[in-house]
T-cell receptor, first 112, second 113 residues
Framework: SQKIEQNSEALNIQEGKTATLTCNYT??????LQWYRQDPGRGPVFLLL?????KEKRKERLKVTFDTTLKQSLFHITASQPADSATYLC???????????FGTGTQLKVEL | EAQVTQNPRYLITVTGKKLTVTCSQN?????MSWYRQDPGLGLRQIYY???????DKGDVPEGYKVSRKEKRNFPLILESPSPNQTSLYFC????????????FGPGTRLTVL
């Protein structure tokens, strides 16, 4: 069965460092992979989308890589700030427009 | 302001009492969907709609109904709620295709006693 794995343990890093979050998947061939941010009690907010034929995507301090051979995406936040503290979700889309499957998310805590 | 709104935000009800959670978007989006979020299980899709009068089941549709009579509204109906439907519910919408940004509503926390 399809499985999306994100590290369930919280990631604690120091302000200014680069945070790296991992999304692994099995039995899945996504056409697109998305990353979302979710703050407590709020809906997810879209951050980045990367296509299966793209290796890397950047947006300001965010960088996403997508390795379809390893079946893995890495999400990087450079120069992290306490305001980056949140839960980050990855989501896979096979294309066709109707289905998005989410991982359970990784909580990031950026400490001063 | 472009947004997805849900009502109510919080609801406590009893088993078997029919309820409706409303969802509305003001962005003229074609695609709308409902998710539930539970600890350890993440977000799971309940139903989605590609356009008016077009709806289909997601991963966990049992016990839920939806309708899409107008483009902007996509209500979630629980005909006979049960305690296992206690959850945090999110409505989402996007313009059309997979590469369009998906916007989520603020969530509805439902407790069924």
């Amino acid at each position: 069965s399809q499985k999306i794995e994100q590290n369930s343990e919280a990631l604690n890093i120091q302000e200014g460092k680069t945070a790296t979050l991992t999304c692994n998947y099995t039995n899945y061939s996504p056409a697109y992979l998305q990353w979302y941010r979710q703050d407590p009690g709020r809906g997810p907010v879209f951050l980045l989308l990367i296509r299966e034929n793209e290796k890397e995507k950047r947006k300001e301090r965010l960088k996403v890589t997508f390795d379809t051979t390893l079946k893995q995406s890495l999400f990087h936040i450079t120069a992290s700030q306490p305001a980056d503290s949140a839960t980050y979700l990855c989501a896979l889309d096979p294309g066709g427009g109707n289905k998005l499957t989410f991982g359970t998310g990784t909580q990031l805590k950026v400490e001063l | 302001e472009a947004q997805v709104t849900q009502n109510p935000r919080y609801l406590i009800t009893v088993t078997g009492k029919k309820l409706t959670v409303t969802c509305s978007q003001n962005m003229n989006h074609e695609y709308m969907s409902w998710y539930r979020q539970d600890p350890g299980l993440g977000l799971r899709q309940i139903y989605y709609s590609m356009n008016v009068e077009v709806t289909d089941k997601g991963d966990v549709p049992e016990g839920y109904k939806v309708s899409r009579k107008e483009k902007r509204n996509f209500p979630l109906i629980l005909e006979s709620p049960s305690p296992n439907q206690t959850s945090l519910y999110f409505c989402a919408s996007r313009l059309a295709v997979s590469t369009d940004t998906q916007y989520f509503g603020p969530g509805t926390r439902l407790t069924v006693l």
